[in-house]
């Protein structure tokens, strides 16, 4: 596994607000986004994104994480 693994899902998430809109621009399932952004959180020990039934927003640490994760 890599470090860098579940990054771009991360920033699509972000960019699209919704996990459903990140999995269209890449072309994957949203329960694939959902579980590659879900390793990411495990592996970082924290949580990136606020859900709810309708909007995804970025926590303190997952707004931390972008401007970093864009450039990779």
Same mark, same amino acid.
């Given at each position: 596994?890599?470090?860098? +693994? %579940? =990054?771009?899902?991360?920033?699509?998430?972000?960019?699209? %607000?919704?996990?459903?809109?990140?999995?269209?621009?890449?072309?994957?399932?949203?329960?694939?986004?959902?579980?590659?952004?879900?390793? =990411?959180? +495990?592996?970082?020990?924290? $949580?990136?994104?606020?859900?709810?039934?309708?909007?995804?927003?970025?926590?303190?640490? %997952? $707004?931390?994480?972008?401007?970093?994760?864009?450039?990779?």
């Amino acid at each position: 596994m890599s470090n860098w +693994e %579940g =990054l771009d899902e991360f920033v699509a998430v972000a960019e699209c %607000g919704q996990f459903t809109a990140a999995a269209e621009r890449l072309g994957l399932s949203s329960s694939q986004i959902s579980r590659q952004v879900a390793r =990411l959180e +495990e592996r970082l020990q924290t $949580r990136l994104f606020y859900r709810s039934t309708r909007k995804v927003s970025l926590t303190e640490a %997952g $707004r931390a994480l972008l401007p970093r994760a864009q450039q990779i």
